[in-house]
């Protein structure tokens, strides 16, 4: 087989004049690379480019004002941090001062952050504070909502990824088999991806809803009526695990279709060989099943944490960031930012933390799922 | 190397192209008023010396899809001026009211304006500033008879006029509030902040309803300053300190707004509302059905509470929290866009829309208030002794503008996302704080918004209402 094709290209090279002729393939290559290139670069490279520009600038939407350069400032408000300690107040003995309920009283933040006296404050805001002892140490940030929603951001991804990827493979497993109806559970599983996400986002509003949701009354409902009717979109502990719930539901069957195609591609002739060496289902899958895997499984853990990493629509139809920033997201405060409240500058500056984001945890996973060469 | 060249050249040729494709894309904000105008002269120049050739095509964009009570009524409008006369024709294009600003600012930076834009009172300012509305040329004595506030005034020039305002009440029925010993609450006397949590209270103590008041938490977006802010501004605060309009200090987080944030919220904690998940079928026919006590709501939710409640209806003025009952003043408006090539068209169409029986049809269409007093006396809700009269009364009264300032497009979002954020639970100062902050830190970016800082006119509590001037 092999010996026959290399026959063929080699005597389909000695009978052309070869140096001529690549170079016009290769003009013919490029020539036909062009609508790809052009596209690449006008919607990918140059904005991209204009992104680190704008990043630098106090660049609007709209403004009669002339852009002028700002340097690392917009990087500077979106990532600072700061502690700030305050000492309890305590009275003329010495003794910190309590208040009724007989917990340590402090000074007012604001009278620090809002004071003149003490310009390395200003501009910051309280993320989170912690008592300890009878100093009080807060965390300060410069963007706040853009903290919370870089680690909404990493939240969802963390689970998201592995429980889609996961979910994917289980499917996958349970539709590869011969036997009759299969194809009715692959169409239903894999039903909710042509649905676009905007419609599903708008219908699991409908569904989490606190008076009457679908969700509340099944679970009363299978509870027997023990179960009180939660309002899934206005805790700020339910509202992101729900989303998840719904964005793994919708994009889970386009990911076990790619683990299908990959099962689908383990020759039969291996397992039939741990049949006769006596190997059990589980170890058919840990020793044929999951290496024969490996390339599938570093495509979907790439595509499904790029993503996850840029979730959007969900956040957008269904709770724009809230409740308290639960479920704001980096995307989404790059649109608001950008879009909304018109400031371009800023709204590229957490375009391009973000692709610094992502990049690097891409090229992590990369070197985590390399292929170890003996 | 042969390869190399071609390849060098071609990388070379596409740079070239999309660097051309990237200027043209980044010149577009600036575009209208610099290129515009030498076609514009051309066209006019030739339709004037020539009355017989075709028509002129004025577009025009609204922002009502969808409603079709309120088309049919534009389109009347738009067809007896196209039969009127032969020199223009106006084509309306229409946008759903919730993606309506977003396309315009989009077609603002694509150079793509049509030649008339209505506009949302509060946001005019900033596309006046950002130079993608023209000022109007009416004839003399045009707004003579038009309410203040609904003609859209910045910079010391008129660049929109309203065919109606708006107005927002509570709504409530009088034998509730009799059966529970409420006092009924007037223009010269309504209720002040403990009258009015004390009313709450006790209706949200009867059991009979779901909530007692209804404030219309479930429509995000423009609702949040247009209806809330008045409370905010009652008590004494501001989104911004509209004497100077640089900052927010002060005003948003002063002890005024600290004291209506802890007041916000009570409602919410106190069960006394339903917060930001109110589902928005809830919204709109709670009241209806009696699930809730009472309605903050505007004039055009009269048609549909009248109905049940006939004469048992009440519309009651807003609380007064100390400086004055307010309520939001200014809505839609309509302005002509720099980039037209035929303003004076565009005029002469928003002067022809002007007339009281168009004011009157959107009024009886709608159940909008009409500009003009001798409009509201011909409307069917608004003349003297009809049902929704007092909305005019309270309007005239009551009415304060959102502060009038290019800052306010986004000083509005960083409003509705505190209060929200305020009913979720937020800690009230540091939510203020922070808004405050947002707020100053984009007037700042904005270089002042053309403000540099002296007083240009009266702080919130030093106005008309405030005084009782």
Redesign the interface.
């Known amino acids: 087989m092999t010996l026959k094709t290399k026959t063929i290209m080699h005597d389909r090279t000695r009978s052309t004049k070869w140096p001529i002729d690549q ?1 016009k393939e ?2 013919i290559a ?1 020539l036909m690379s ?1 609508p790809a ?2 596209l690449i ?2 919607f990918l ?2 904005p991209f480019i ?1 992104a680190f520009y704008f990043s630098l600038t ?1 660049q ?6 002339p852009t002028e350069f700002t340097g690392l400032q917009n990087y500077r ?1 979106l990532l600072k941090l700061r502690v700030l300690r305050l000492d309890s107040l305590i009275d003329e003995t010495g003794q910190p001062i309590l208040d009724e309920a007989g917990n340590v009283t402090f000074p ?3 009278e620090i ?2 004071n003149p006296d003490y310009p390395q404050y200003a ?1 910051f ?2 993320w989170k504070s912690w008592d300890i002892g009878n100093s009080r140490y807060s965390l300060l940030a410069g963007d ?1 909502v853009f903290m919370k929603s870089l680690i909404n951001t990493l939240y969802f991804a963390l689970v998201i990824v592995p429980g889609q990827a996961g979910l994917g493979l289980l499917l996958a497993l349970l539709i590869n088999q011969r036997t009759k109806g299969v194809n009715i559970f692959r169409t239903i599983y894999f039903m909710p991806v042509v649905v676009s996400i905007v419609i599903v986002s708008i219908l699991f509003r409908f569904i989490y ?3 009457n949701g679908l969700l509340n009354s099944v679970l009363v409902f299978i509870s027997a009526g023990r179960f009180t009717p939660i ?1 899934w ?2 805790s ?1 502990t339910t509202a992101m695990p729900a989303i998840m719930a719904m964005s793994a539901w919708q994009a889970v069957g386009i990911h076990m279709v790619i683990w299908l195609a990959g099962l689908q591609n383990i020759p039969h002739v291996l397992y039939e060989a741990a049949d006769i060496d006596g190997a059990n289902a589980i170890q058919k899958f840990r020793f044929v099943t999951w290496p024969g895997l490996h390339n599938t499984a570093v495509f979907i853990l790439v595509t499904i944490t790029i993503a996850a990493l840029g979730l959007f629509t969900q956040i957008h139809v269904m709770t ?1 960031g ?4 639960s479920t704001s997201t980096v995307i989404f405060q790059a649109v ?1 930012r950008g ?5 371009i500058a800023y709204g590229s500056t957490i375009s391009l933390v973000f692709f610094i984001l992502v990049l690097s945890v891409a090229m992590i996973q990369r070197y985590l799922t390399r292929e170890k060469k003996a | 190397m042969k390869i190399n060249k071609v390849f060098c050249s071609m990388i070379a040729m596409l740079i070239v192209f999309s660097l051309v494709l990237t200027a043209c894309g980044t010149a577009a904000p600036n575009g209208p008023d610099t290129t515009a105008p030498d076609v514009v002269d051309e066209t006019t120049e030739e339709t004037v010396g020539d009355p017989s050739s075709t028509p002129i095509t004025l577009t025009m964009w609204y922002h009502g899809a969808g409603n079709e009570v309120e088309r049919n009524i534009l389109l009347g409008i738009i067809n007896d001026y196209n039969s009127s006369q032969d020199k223009y024709v106006v084509v309306v294009q229409d946008f759903p009211q919730i993606s309506y600003n977003e396309s315009v600012v989009a077609a603002a930076l694509a150079g793509n304006l049509p030649d008339i834009i209505d506009v949302d009172g509060p946001v005019m300012p900033n596309w006046a500033w950002a130079g993608y509305l023209s000022p109007l040329q009416l004839s003399d004595g045009a707004l003579d008879d038009f309410l203040p506030t609904t003609i859209g005034m910045w910079g010391g020039e008129v660049y929109s006029v309203g065919l109606w305002e708006a107005a927002c009440a509570l709504y409530a029925r009088k034998s509730v509030l009799d059966a529970y010993g409420i006092r009924i609450p007037t223009l010269e006397q309504p209720w002040d902040l403990e009258e009015f949590d004390a009313a709450l209270e006790t209706l949200t103590a009867s059991g009979e309803f779901d909530y007692a008041l209804d404030l219309g938490m479930a429509w995000t977006g423009e609702w949040y300053p247009y209806g809330f802010s008045p409370f905010l501004q009652s008590f004494g605060g501001d989104i911004i300190d509209r004497s100077t309009f640089t900052t927010a200090e002060g005003v948003l987080n002063g002890p005024e707004a600290i004291a209506f944030g802890e007041w916000w919220q009570s409602l919410f904690v106190r069960g006394l509302a339903p917060g930001t998940t109110q589902d928005p079928a809830d919204r709109d026919t709670g009241f209806i059905e009696g699930r809730y006590a009472l309605m903050w709501n505007g004039n055009w939710a009269g048609a549909s509470a009248l109905e049940p409640f006939g004469d048992d209806l009440l519309i009651l003025p807003a609380p007064d929290f100390g400086n004055g009952s307010r309520i939001g003043a200014g809505s839609w408006q309509f302005g002509i866009s720099a980039a037209s090539q035929h303003k004076e068209g565009a005029t002469e169409f928003i002067e022809f829309m002007m007339q009281d029986q168009y004011l009157v049809a959107f009024s009886d269409g709608i159940n909008n208030i009409p500009s003009t007093l001798t409009a509201a006396a011909t409307s069917k809700n608004f003349s003297s002794g009809a049902p929704f009269e007092i909305f005019f009364d309270y309007s005239a009264a009551q009415a304060t503008l959102r502060p009038p300032t290019p800052a306010y497009l986004t000083a509005a979002l960083i409003f509705e996302k505190a209060l929200a954020d305020i009913a979720n639970g937020a800690d009230v100062v540091n939510t203020l704080d922070n808004a405050t902050d947002d707020i100053n830190a984009d007037i700042a970016a904005n270089g002042g918004y053309g403000f540099d800082g002296s007083v240009v006119g009266p702080s919130i509590t030093e106005d008309a209402i405030a005084t009782g001037r």
């Open positions: 170079s290769a003009m490029w062009i290139i052009v670069l006008v490279i140059v204009l106090n609007r939407l709209i403004s009669p004002n408000q007012l933040e604001r952050i809002r501009g805001q309280n706040v809803s606190g008076d309002d979109m206005a700020t724009r809230g409740p308290l920033d608001r879009f909304d409240m018109q400031n």
